[in-house]
């Protein structure tokens, strides 16, 4: 399945480390994980979302305020994955997703993959999740054989498409989600005179073509103060707020508005 990031050839399992013809090796960390991000393909020198962006994340997912979220991308998966699959999971982060898809599809042979450029938080995926095989590694750079998946989920997540196209199988699938016109709606009011709404065209990506969209829109209300601001935090808007104004609008308890797009690719 893994690739040198180095060399681009195969990578081969030897005791506790994966080494290709060339010798390069990596190594498995304690926790299970495997580091494929090569300094060259770095673009910072941590890269990757910050330790309080994540730790705002994993405690609004683990609350499950974006369980529906979750339900609707594994009814998804189960409704067109074929009995034995192996399935990417790109921009996994701590793995939320792909291990409540694990165990959504627990009937069916699934072997599941996540990757994240963050450090960090694929320690935590691993060291939650030994189930799931995760790596650290660029989107513009994955560390994966050509065609060695049946379906990818990319949710919110950057990558590069012929890359995406490489890894997946002939008529692989790709399933993204992506924020819809109302996403966080009353956030964005909080911080823009005029507010700019999501756009609601699909996405063409280059080497898919597209098969059906899903629309999912839900209203938090009555969020405690501390799951405003780990909902805050967890943004990009995040920065565009005074500590003060965060604190303010975590006090004021709004309703917040969550809206996505669910689309389904073949690759073409």
């Avoid at 683990?62 to 409704?79: I, K, M, R, T």
């Avoid at 790709?174 to 016109?181: D, E, F, G, K, Y």
């Avoid at 209203?219 to 808007?237: K, S, V, Y």
Wanted: glycine share 4%; net charge neutral; aromatic share 8%.
């Amino acid at each position: 399945m893994y690739r040198c990031p180095l060399c681009q050839l195969s990578l081969i399992h030897q005791q506790n480390s994966f080494v290709c013809a060339s010798n390069h090796s990596f190594d498995l960390a304690k926790e299970g994980y495997l580091h494929l991000l090569p300094v060259q393909q770095k673009n910072s020198k941590v890269p990757g979302d910050s330790p309080l962006m994540m730790q705002s994340r994993r405690d609004f997912l683990n609350a499950g305020y974006y369980q529906p979220l979750s339900e609707a991308v594994n009814q998804c998966f189960a409704a067109v994955l074929p009995q034995q699959s192996v399935v990417l999971d790109l921009g996994c982060g701590e793995g939320y997703y792909s291990n409540r898809l694990m165990q959504a599809l627990a009937d069916k042979e699934l072997r599941l993959y996540g990757v994240d450029i963050a450090k960090t938080a694929i320690k935590k995926a691993a060291k939650s999740y030994p189930a799931i095989k995760f790596c650290v590694a660029s989107a513009w750079h994955l560390p994966f054989a050509d065609q060695s998946f049946d379906a990818a989920l990319k949710l919110c997540a950057p990558c590069e498409p012929q890359e995406l196209a490489r890894v997946l199988k002939t008529d692989g699938l790709l399933l993204t989600v992506t924020p819809a016109p109302e996403h966080l709606l009353e956030i964005k009011q909080q911080v823009y005179h005029s507010v700019r709404l999501h756009s609601d065209q699909v996405e063409a990506i280059l080497g898919f073509a597209h098969q059906q969209r899903q629309e999912l829109k839900l209203q938090l209300t009555d969020l405690p103060a501390d799951m405003i601001a780990n909902l805050l935090e967890m943004t990009p808007l995040a920065w565009k707020f005074k500590p003060e104004q965060k604190r303010l609008f975590a006090a004021s308890s709004p309703t917040i508005s969550l809206n996505f797009y669910l689309d389904l690719y073949k690759k073409a």
